[in-house]
């Protein structure tokens, strides 16, 4: 296997160094480019990673709060993880790295987004075809009767579990929970018909279904070009023919990246 072309941020430059030509080739030869994002690109609005040493996890085990189980016996207690987490995510901005996406979309150099986060912080960048892969905060729905309302920021305080007006069952966000299935695979498998180029940004892509998406744009002999802070499980074992890791904060790698390809 060769070695994946690498680029990074010259600081004293604040542009990218290392294999250009290898980024511009990878840029020229673009097709139908769909990008997979996760929880790198929202740190930067102050957003932290679930599994970092501060972040949700550390405080609240996923399979004892986050599952479907847990919701359906104990809705009181999975209350507390979805009111903790609505708190980390409430009045959050998008940072540059949704921003330069949102560009990329409007310039017509990408067909949409698929993305792992639930925050919304895509749309509110201006990014119009997102796939929400695990759902979104910004609502709640009835598992009883599909009633959905918007997520009240009253819903964040301590009180009763928020009950559906129209069946009288409890609410939740209307999120993937361990133990549900990912609703918008469909929507995901159009939007990646024909992808030859894949952006995957602030992940690792390694658990499915997010790792399908890259694996299947490889098997077809498409390329990846990685946004993430240092290589990955995926870089090691290769991004295909014309694949590109670029190193650093997304906030600062995919605005400067923008700047190089379409200067």
Request: charged share 20%; net charge negative.
């Amino acid at each position: 296997m060769n070695p994946v072309a690498t680029i990074r941020i010259d600081p004293e430059r604040s542009v990218l160094t290392g294999d250009l030509d290898a980024l511009n080739h990878a840029w020229a030869g673009r097709r139908n480019a769909v990008a997979l994002t996760g929880a790198g690109v929202s740190v930067e609005s102050g957003i932290p990673d679930f599994r970092s040493d501060c972040g949700l996890w550390r405080r609240f085990d996923p399979m004892e709060y986050a599952t479907l189980e847990c919701f359906l016996n104990d809705p009181a207690k999975a209350w507390d993880l979805y009111r903790e987490l609505g708190t980390i995510l409430k009045d959050r901005r998008p940072n540059p790295a949704h921003l330069a996406l949102a560009d990329m979309e409007n310039r017509g150099d990408l067909n949409g987004i698929l993305t792992q986060n639930i925050d919304g912080l895509h749309q509110a960048a201006g990014s119009r075809s997102v796939v929400e892969l695990h759902g979104t905060h910004s609502s709640l729905h009835c598992l009883g009767c599909g009633h959905t309302e918007p997520f009240a920021s009253t819903f964040l305080k301590p009180g009763p579990v928020p009950s559906c007006p129209a069946c009288g069952k409890a609410l939740k966000p209307n999120v993937v929970l361990f133990g549900e299935p990912v609703r918008e695979a469909a929507l995901a498998q159009t939007l990646m018909a024909g992808c030859r180029t894949m952006f995957v940004i602030g992940t690792s892509a390694e658990v499915a279904p997010a790792c399908l998406y890259p694996d299947g744009v490889l098997r077809a002999g498409g390329s990846v070009l990685e946004f993430n802070l240092e290589p990955t499980e995926r870089t090691r074992s290769g991004l295909g023919p014309d694949g590109v890791l670029i190193e650093g904060p997304v906030g600062r790698t995919l605005p400067l990246f923008l700047d190089h390809v379409q200067s």
